[in-house]
């Protein structure tokens, strides 16, 4: 089992970076596919994007696909979302998520743990 703990949330203008952290507890992170999701108000939770368990392989929503990076430190126990050149509709809650899947995966019911959400608001 593994508990996720997301930060770096914040407010920040059109055109701005901001870096969510998601902090898990446990020695097996290294074990699983990690992901990040968002949900903005009224809408459905969609993917954003993916990383394997040694951070070799990536996968990327189309919205967000070369202004957002994800990464990881299994040594650290720490996975991380670099984004750039944010948008207004990319304001929403960010969830991270750990899978047991031995692949990539996209969807939610994929994912079996799930933090608690930090807030990302985009101003224009």
């Known amino acids: 089992q593994v508990q996720l703990v997301e930060s770096g949330g914040g407010l920040v203008q059109a055109g701005g970076s901001l870096r969510l952290s998601c902090a898990a507890s446990?020695?097996?992170?290294?074990?699983?596919?990690m992901g990040w999701f968002r949900q903005a108000p009224g809408k459905e939770r969609e993917f954003v994007a993916a990383i394997s368990w040694i951070g070799g392989s990536t996968y990327y929503a189309d919205s967000v696909k070369g202004r957002f990076t994800i990464s990881r430190d299994n040594a650290k126990n720490t996975l991380y979302l670099q984004m750039n050149s944010l948008k207004p509709e990319d304001t929403a809650v960010y969830y991270c998520a750990a899978s047991q899947q031995r692949f990539l995966v996209t969807t939610s019911h994929h994912y079996n743990y799930w933090g608690q959400g930090t807030q990302v608001t985009v101003s224009s």
């Open positions: 446990g020695r097996t992170f290294s074990s699983y596919v």
